[in-house]
């Protein structure tokens, strides 16, 4: 019996050496092999936290995502690789298309870890689908403080395209099907879905999606935005004045003063009061030229004539200034030469046509870091 335990001892042992073949295997691409030793590791190491992370990522090399998911979510929070497992099981979600454990599961990775750029990045990739800009924000600005400078031009391509350059409807819908079908009870999902149909005029389909949503989660502030903005295209007025009404002050945020300027001047004709909620907008979105033009045409109704003429001058300058053909041409040229200084230069002056000084600002120092590395010896 001694001699029997000896044995299973030293063979108990001698299977570590296992994780290291697995390790070698992995790095060698032969990812079935690595299956095999890890499974064969993990029956006489079942809590082993490194284990269940290197097989998690050989289930996610062969494609298998259930399997990454399961292993991943295995690794103790202690672990050497748990921050990076945490983020891997936000990105093997999104793989899934179960976007609101991939969104718990990235914003638990930033808890644990404050500097991962891998969360931030995954998380902007969520929130456009989702339609979610002014969540996106300001994760895209600290990811581009985490970001290497040479890194930096295609992060902030990536914020024009989430702003100016919608996705194909189709695909989007598709997409957020997915999110749904996969996980019936995402919310932010269903706010998308709801806010994909009133984008195609399908508004009643998007009124009934959005009250059901709303009546579930009434204190779900991105759910009373939904339909503020689904009745406010209905021309649903007394509805929206109670969603408006109901607003909790802590949460009125931009959305809430652009859909109360709109009802303040269409429905209630308090031109004065509209303005002011407009030019909280467009101080964030000085873009905007159809709430600029609002501005204008508000101005118009006091008697601020001269006031007036000026807005909806620059309404009509931006408008020329974001038509699809130069949007377009930003996609197809400047986006795919950022690797020449003039075409980031380029970025800078478009950002600051439209009053976007923060990105005009970061274009035109990644120009100018790039001139002066051309001038380097």
């Not at 990536?158 to 996705?167: G, I, Y």
Request: proline share 4%; with cysteine; hydrophobic share 40%.
């Amino acid at each position: 019996m001694l001699v029997l335990s000896c044995g299973l001892l030293v063979f108990w042992l001698w299977t570590f050496r296992w994780l290291g073949v697995a390790r070698q295997q992995f790095e060698l691409r032969q990812y079935r092999g690595a299956q095999k030793t890890l499974t064969r590791y993990l029956r006489w190491h079942p809590g082993s936290p490194e284990a269940h992370f290197l097989l998690g990522g050989v289930f996610g090399q062969i494609g298998d995502w259930k399997q990454a998911l399961e292993h991943f979510e295995r690794v103790s929070t202690t672990a050497p690789d748990s921050k990076e497992a945490l983020w891997r099981v936000g990105d093997v979600s999104m793989m899934l298309n179960r976007a609101a454990d991939a969104e718990r599961a990235l914003k638990k990775t930033l808890e644990h870890d404050l500097e991962s750029l891998e969360a931030r990045r995954g998380l902007i990739t969520l929130y456009r689908w989702q339609d979610r800009e002014l969540d996106a924000e300001p994760l895209v600005w600290q990811a581009y403080d985490l970001t290497p400078i040479e890194q930096r031009p295609l992060l902030l391509a990536e914020w024009f395209r989430f702003r100016f350059a919608q996705r194909p409807t189709g695909d989007t819908h598709r997409r957020l099907s997915a999110f749904q079908e996969a996980q019936p009870d995402d919310v932010q999902s269903a706010i998308a879905l709801g806010l994909w149909s009133v984008r195609q005029r399908l508004l009643p389909e998007a009124r009934l999606r959005l009250e059901k949503v709303f009546a579930q989660f009434p204190d779900h502030v991105d759910a009373r935005a939904a339909l503020a903005t689904c009745l406010l295209e209905l021309s649903e007025w007394n509805r929206l004045e109670q969603i408006l009404d109901g607003w909790p002050t802590s949460d009125r945020d931009l959305r809430y003063w652009r859909i109360r300027g709109v009802w303040l001047q269409d429905f209630a004709a308090d031109h004065a009061a509209a303005i002011a909620c407009f030019e909280r907008w467009v101080k964030h979105y000085p873009d905007d030229w159809q709430m600029r033009f609002r501005i204008g045409t508000c101005q118009r109704q006091i008697g601020k004539n001269d006031e007036a003429d000026a807005e909806i001058a620059r309404s009509e300058v931006l408008k020329a200034l974001l038509k699809y053909e130069v949007v377009d041409e930003i996609l197809a040229v400047t986006l795919r030469n950022l690797n020449r200084p003039e075409h980031r230069q380029r970025m800078s002056e478009f950002y600051r046509s439209i009053g976007y000084e923060r990105e005009a600002e970061a274009w035109k120092e990644l120009a100018e870091a790039m001139e002066f590395e051309g001038t380097r010896p």
